[in-house]
């Protein structure tokens, strides 16, 4: 898909507009430029460098995310005296999808270094737009009352990041729920916002429209496989 269509167009700047929904390359900065790199084709073929993008702007969220939390009052003692100061009230749960989320997710623990994780194996049955998702392996923390951060590079349709997001919750119902991706469709943007309201959208960039395969127009490509290989 070549241009924008009239639908496609106001679904994009519907999902802009939400509140809901938080944009970070929105503005220029930093966060434009590593989101620039693993886009590019050329710099895609060192794995290495795309990994270390995903968890830039992993970290980059992570700090835009904090300033949604809870903090409380603490005195430090310095070399020459005691300083007051702010500490994380507690630490969120951090949950990913494996494979390709694992560099985005480790971005978001470089910052959240105390936080406990959550992983979900869970793949898509690809190749038509009617997107089946098997969620295979799940290990999660308690999530009563905590917060928690749902983790993905790649946010399409987001049926499987809504089925992942269910699936969690057997372990429990936060008090606080952020979902972060680094590319999102406006169909994927409307799906999750709609099915999971309780939830804030941390997104890099909202992207022009899916194709028939349901894929991400212009994307990026294959996180996992530009991550750690391509998979039979």
């Known amino acids: 898909m070549d241009a924008l269509t009239p639908n496609s167009t106001d679904s994009l700047a519907a999902a802009a507009a939400n509140p809901r929904v938080?944009?970070?390359?929105?503005?220029?900065?930093?966060?434009?430029?590593?989101?620039?790199?693993?886009?590019?084709?050329?710099?895609?073929?060192?794995?290495?460098?795309?990994?270390?993008?995903?968890?830039?702007?992993?970290?980059?969220?992570?700090?835009?995310?904090?300033?949604?939390?809870s903090y409380t009052d603490k005195t430090v003692r310095t070399p020459l005296g005691e300083s007051s100061s702010q500490h994380l009230r507690d630490f969120p749960v951090l949950?990913?999808?494996?494979?390709?989320?694992?560099?985005?997710?480790?971005?978001?623990?470089?910052?959240?270094?105390?936080?406990?994780?959550?992983?979900?194996?869970?793949?898509?049955?690809?190749?038509?737009?009617?997107?089946?998702?098997q969620v295979d392996y799940l290990s999660a923390p308690s999530l009563d009352g905590r917060v928690l951060i749902?983790?993905?590079?790649?946010?399409?349709?987001?049926?499987?990041?809504?089925?992942?997001y269910r699936a969690m919750l057997r372990f429990g119902t936060p008090r606080q729920v952020h979902i972060a991706a680094v590319i999102a469709s406006p169909?994927?943007?409307?799906?999750?916002?709609?099915?999971?309201?309780?939830?804030?959208?941390?997104?890099?960039?909202?992207?022009?429209?899916l194709n028939a395969q349901a894929y991400i127009v212009p994307g990026l490509g294959d996180a996992g496989d530009l991550s750690y290989g391509s998979k039979l």
């Open 22 to 69: 938080r944009v970070v390359c929105a503005q220029p900065s930093i966060a434009n430029h590593f989101l620039a790199e693993l886009r590019d084709v050329e710099v895609q073929k060192d794995s290495l460098r795309f990994r270390r993008n995903l968890q830039r702007l992993g970290e980059i969220m992570a700090y835009n995310i904090s300033s949604q939390l």
């Open 95 to 133: 949950a990913t999808v494996l494979r390709a989320g694992l560099p985005f997710h480790q971005g978001f623990l470089n910052y959240f270094d105390q936080s406990p994780s959550a992983f979900v194996a869970a793949y898509r049955i690809e190749g038509t737009a009617q997107v089946q998702v």
């Open 150 to 164: 749902l983790v993905d590079p790649m946010l399409a349709s987001g049926k499987s990041l809504v089925q992942t």
């Open 187 to 209: 169909q994927g943007v409307e799906y999750v916002t709609r099915e999971v309201p309780e939830a804030t959208l941390w997104l890099a960039a909202i992207d022009d429209d």
